[in-house]
């Protein structure tokens, strides 16, 4: 996120009756970074949207559990740092896809229910403030709330479209079903700029994927539907937002895109982004009238590591910043969400373990330019050592994780970096600059065999010290 200043004229009357304006210039607060895991080894617990409540805190939902019948809603609520205040699991046989804050500074939530689509709202606690089921088989990927209280939430029913009203206590206001030869789903919905609804996806048409973009009237009424491709092949909708006194929509193609529609929902200009091969898009979302920022997957067709792409751009399709997460397992980063201070949250999922039921909770919390803190480097002294030191890993035998304390006394570039008892290199733990201080950084070992480590420090691509520690399985 971009840091700024902002100008605040203040009208000042002097003695004299004249009346003048002075500028004062003031700071934006300033950027909090970090990376966080949130779960516990095999809790198998992901993110699927996140919302601020209101209050400076956030609220992350999503799933914890290995299967349909087991899983329940997972909602964890942080605060500005990243910092835990509480976690909350409910109704047994349900997911939470979709989240959206309420004036009281709790949320509403919906997604998956094993018998019967739910919403859910909670308060800042919480505890359940009410909870509606619908006798319905759909599946809601978003939920939003609307200007007169209510809540509008859209996804997918079978092969049809679903698009639903409810009041400010959950009674269902109305629901749509919308049926097409092939299939139809929606991703992303909103309140119209001049009033109804909006709810944009993806349609088959009959037999090609096309963008799907409805509009409804305050009683569910179709106003307009617009479909068209992009490129040659089909194409999708991940997000549909504002942007000014238009709409703009992010999506997948055989590349990635964006377009910004008129108010009755044709396409104005569309960008199509360059093919770096096998990537595509989960979530975007606007910073302003001129940048938008995205994430992604990538898959390279050999090897076993894929990489997410945080990465943003300026209305043209200029690239302005880009971050790439490696990971020999897997991770989502399903939704975005920009601060007022311009910093920007990501949410998902990181898997560390391949094809295991190891999900956690995956939260960045980055500058406007998408440089975040990993949260497993913790400064925990700020006093200038009197020396370089790399101390003992503690616990030591360990399993599966253990602590690694260090010492710097000037600031540069500091690696920790994790070998076998053949020298070859097993981990780079830690690749970054650090200031004076003591730090703290863990280790897991989920994919290592019982054995003896050895672990070093460098600094400044010089060898400070290394010290060997015992894995016991």
Not at 10 to 25: E, N
Not at 40 to 52: I, K, L, Q
Request: hydrophobic fraction near 35%.
């Amino acid at each position: 996120m971009k840091a700024y200043k902002k100008i605040l004229f203040v009208f000042v009357a002097v003695l004299t009756g004249m009346i003048s304006f002075s500028s004062l210039r003031v700071k934006a607060q300033p950027s909090i970074t970090w990376e966080k895991l949130y779960g516990y080894p095999y809790s198998d617990e992901g993110a699927y949207d996140v919302c601020e409540s209101g209050d400076g805190n956030f609220f992350v939902v999503g799933s914890s559990g290995n299967s349909f019948s087991s899983s329940r809603i997972y909602v964890l609520k942080i605060n500005q740092f990243g910092d835990t205040l509480w976690t909350r699991k409910y109704n047994a046989g349900h997911y939470a896809y979709g989240v959206t804050a309420t004036i009281e500074y709790g949320c509403v939530l919906t997604g998956y229910g094993i018998d019967s689509l739910y919403i859910m709202k909670l308060d800042f606690k919480g505890n359940i403030v009410w909870q509606k089921f619908y006798p319905t088989t759909a599946i809601c990927f978003d939920i939003q709330r609307v200007s007169d209280g209510g809540y509008i939430a859209c996804g997918y029913n079978l092969f049809k479209g679903y698009f639903m009203k409810v009041d400010s206590i959950g009674n269902l206001k109305w629901e749509q079903n919308y049926t097409v030869s092939n299939q139809m789903g929606f991703a992303s919905c909103l309140e119209a700029i001049d009033g109804g609804y909006i709810a944009g996806g993806t349609v088959r048409d009959p037999d090609t994927a096309k963008t799907e973009i409805l509009k409804v009237d305050i009683n569910g009424n179709t106003i307009w539907e617009r479909r068209f491709k992009i490129l040659n092949g089909g194409a999708t909708i991940t997000n549909i937002l504002k942007l000014n006194k238009k709409y703009i929509i992010f999506g997948n193609s055989n590349s990635i895109y964006f377009s910004i529609l008129t108010l009755e929902g044709y396409p104005k200009f569309i960008y199509i982004f360059n093919d770096i091969g096998r990537e595509g898009l989960l979530s975007a979302n606007v910073i302003d009238e001129n940048k938008f920022v995205y994430t992604s997957q990538i898959f390279p067709q050999t090897g076993d590591t894929m990489y997410v792409r945080n990465w943003s751009s300026d209305s043209s399709g200029t690239i302005l910043s880009e971050k790439f997460y490696r990971t020999r397992g897997y991770m989502a980063l399903h939704n975005i969400l920009p601060l007022k201070n311009n910093d920007i949250i990501f949410a998902g999922i990181f898997k560390p373990v391949p094809n295991s039921n190891d999900d956690y909770s995956y939260i960045i919390r980055t500058d406007s330019s998408l440089n975040s803190k990993p949260n497993h480097v913790n400064l925990i002294n700020e006093s200038i050592p009197e020396e370089f030191n790399l101390y003992q890993n503690y616990p030591n035998p360990f399993n599966p994780s253990t602590n690694i304390k260090f010492d710097i006394i000037k600031a540069g570039f500091v690696e920790i970096k994790i070998y076998d008892t053949k020298g070859k290199l097993i981990q780079t733990l830690l690749n970054k600059n650090l200031n004076v201080g003591s730090y703290q950084v863990k280790f897991l070992s989920y994919k290592l065999s019982s054995g003896i480590y050895f672990y070093e420090l460098i600094f400044n691509n010089k060898i400070v010290s290394a010290k060997k520690m015992l894995l016991l399985k």
